[in-house]
């Protein structure tokens, strides 16, 4: 498979038409439905209509971290709790945790995302996919779960830790994509080594693996360790969780799907969007 949803691979035009249609959409109904969201566009000299081209992005406020936890936990909501079907957090290590309400039309539309995540490091129906995150509270099993039935492949839905067993499921049931952090991948190499499972004794093919930072160095060490091509996968509970983006199978770089989320660099001292090339802080 080349992708998973045909939007994927839109005509630039075409996919800019839509990105404007749905920011339009957005902005609107959070002026409409979220006080603090009024109020801040209302600061801001902004109204439901004033959005005519993607330029216009770059005059919308941020929303920080601060807003998220003076907003605690439902402050921000653009539905009624009735139309809640699933809530995810943060850990909160630092401060109130970051709480995101999922609709059940947002859930569908994870799932797609993280389905294109899947197709995009290999994956297909035919895969059983070996899910290492935890679950619970973090985005991070669950949305490659959702994602994995989404694509129509097998979920074995395993969660993070007691490896001895995750190698034997591993081992019985072929498990051929693993979703887990870089640094548990490792984990599992050195355990494997350690019960005299050998690299013959497994079927995987690929890793999608985030949720931590790591590099290409280690991306080396655990392609060689698991015979298996490492992809990195990014997301944030404040938007959705994973799904945001993927790296392919050409690994330069990772892949935004651009129809949900739109990407800026911007000067993390001005607060001014950069030019292509330039390095600053991404906000999307």
């Known amino acids: ?40 566009l209302d600061e801001a000299g902004f109204r439901p209509g004033d959005i005519k081209s993607l330029d216009d992005l770059k005059k919308l406020p941020f929303t920080t971290k601060d807003d998220l936890r003076d907003n ?60 290492a995150y935890g679950y619970g509270l973090f985005t991070g099993g669950l949305g490659l779960h959702y994602g994995a039935e989404m694509l129509g492949a097998t979920a074995l839905p395993m ?8 190698i034997r499921m591993m081992v019985d049931f072929g498990s051929t994509i693993l979703c887990c952090t870089p640094s548990y991948a490792l ?27 790591w590099s290409d160095e280690m991306r080396v060490q655990i392609e060689e360790a698991l015979r298996i091509s490492a992809h990195d996968i990014y997301g944030l509970s404040e938007v959705v969780g994973p799904g945001v983006s993927i790296e392919c199978a050409e690994k330069r770089g990772l892949h935004v799907f651009e129809d ?25």
Not at 190 to 210: F, P, Q
Not at 261 to 273: A, K, L
């Open 72 to 131: 605690y936990p439902f402050g921000l909501f653009a539905v009624p709790m009735r139309d809640i079907v699933r809530i995810h957090a943060s850990s909160g290590t630092t401060g109130k945790p970051t709480v995101v309400g999922y609709t059940a039309n947002d859930i569908r539309t994870w799932a797609d995302l993280v389905a294109r995540t899947i197709v995009a490091a290999g994956g297909t129906p035919d895969d059983i996919v070996h899910v």
């Open 260 to 284: 949900c989320f739109i990407p800026e660099i911007i000067d993390p001292s001005t607060g001014e969007v950069l030019p292509p090339g330039q390095k600053g802080e991404l906000v999307f």
């Open 159 to 166: 969660s993070g830790g007691n490896t001895k067993r995750q």
């Open 187 to 213: 984990n599992i190499a050195e355990v494997m080594r350690e019960m005299g499972v050998t690299l013959d004794d497994i079927k995987l093919k690929s890793g999608i693996l985030g949720a931590e930072p």
């Open 1 to 40: 498979m080349d992708y998973f949803n045909p939007v994927e691979v839109l005509e630039r035009e075409e996919l800019e038409k839509l990105q404007l249609k749905r920011l339009q959409e957005t902005v609107d109904r959070l002026y409409q439905k979220v006080p603090f969201y009024r109020k801040k």
